[in-house]
């Protein structure tokens, strides 16, 4: 079953951005700053109390910017974020009553997994798009590799201590679609308002091709 709007993110994104917002001042700044350098879609995590105070006000900065929410770990988060306005939840791992939660709101959704049998449980449930998490720590390009034989129909998104410099290697496989990263936009490029790192780097990451 493919989600109405998962096509629209995957093709609108190489590189998806992972943010974390700790202070409601940056966010209108930051999602300007990724929008001018030509990023579409970002996923900004659920670790902090603003988190979905932060969703409607990056959206509201860049509504070109389709903004989904990560860290969903719970079925009320799944629930919460689709009627606060999400794009898209990504959960960095999947359980069956999250599954379920996620599959009910309708949205696009990229549940985490980071072994086969827990890919062919999210196969199961009816996703197709999987966040490979931790990527690195989890086995990264040699496990994703192994995983494309055996499992023809999952794509995944690697997320996990993925750099910049690795990201093109991660693009370059047959069942990556996209990657996740934090390098974009770091957490002291934005408490310090370093704004043009930040849209030079989403310059960077959008050039990338899978
Ligand atoms: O909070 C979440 O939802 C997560 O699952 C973890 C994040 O996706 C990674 O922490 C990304 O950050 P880096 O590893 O620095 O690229």
Redesign the pocket.
């Known amino acids: 079953m493919t989600r109405p709007n998962l096509p629209a993110i995957i093709d609108a994104a190489s590189v998806i951005p992972?943010l974390t917002v700790e202070d409601m001042e940056t966010a209108a700044p930051l999602a300007r700053a990724l929008a001018a350098g030509g990023l579409k879609v970002i996923e900004l995590?659920l670790?902090t109390p603003i988190a979905l105070d932060a969703m409607k006000g990056m959206q509201d900065a860049a509504p070109e910017l389709m903004v989904g929410m990560?860290?969903v770990r719970t079925p009320e988060d799944a629930a919460r974020s689709a009627r606060e306005g999400a794009a898209f939840l990504?959960s960095?791992g999947l359980t069956p009553a999250l599954g379920e939660a996620m599959l009910a709101t309708g949205l696009a959704c990229l549940p985490?997994v980071a072994t086969a049998g827990e890919a062919m449980a999210a196969r199961e449930q009816g996703f197709e798009v999987l966040k490979f998490?931790?990527a690195e720590p989890a086995g990264g390009i040699a496990y994703l590799k192994a995983l494309a034989g055996p499992l023809p129909d999952v794509r995944f998104c690697p997320?996990?201590?993925?750099s910049r410099e690795r990201a093109p290697d991660y693009l370059g496989l047959k069942n990556v679609v996209c990657v996740?990263?934090?390098?974009i936009a770091e957490a002291k490029d934005i408490a310090s308002g370093n704004w043009a790192a930040i849209t030079a780097n989403a310059r960077a990451a959008q050039a990338m091709k899978r």
């Open positions: 992972v995590t670790r990560g860290t990504v960095p985490g998490f931790p997320t996990g201590s993925i996740g990263g934090s390098w």
